[in-house]
């Protein structure tokens, strides 16, 4: 699922100021897949599974710190994305006045 989720970005990275709901949903999977490796984390022993399987451990220690920087990186594209429509929209406001 890893990859069809990279396929989906793929698909609207060169139009993705007209995704600006996509990338909304985006940041929630994010947000999700943080939260959920944050409280695994706290939950769980991280020393425990690179004790069964370092491959795995590698694994558990990535991929919820990539998840939150992801959510990052998606939650500021929207913002952009807003700010600059919402300037635009000012901006036409202003020569209609």
């Not at 220690?61 to 594209?77: E, K, M, Q, R, S």
Request: proline share 0%.
């Amino acid at each position: 699922m890893i990859l069809i989720w990279g396929l989906a970005y793929l698909s609207v990275a060169k139009d993705f100021a007209k995704a600006k709901w996509l990338i909304v949903v985006f940041s929630i999977e994010k947000f999700i897949y943080g939260f959920v490796w944050t409280k695994w984390l706290l939950n769980n022993k991280l020393s425990a599974v690179y004790a069964e399987d370092a491959m795995a451990g590698i694994f558990y220690t990535i991929y919820g710190a990539n998840d939150w920087l992801f959510f990052c990186f998606f939650t500021y594209v929207f913002l952009r994305i807003s700010s600059k429509e919402n300037e635009s929209s000012n901006h036409q406001k202003l020569r209609k006045s």
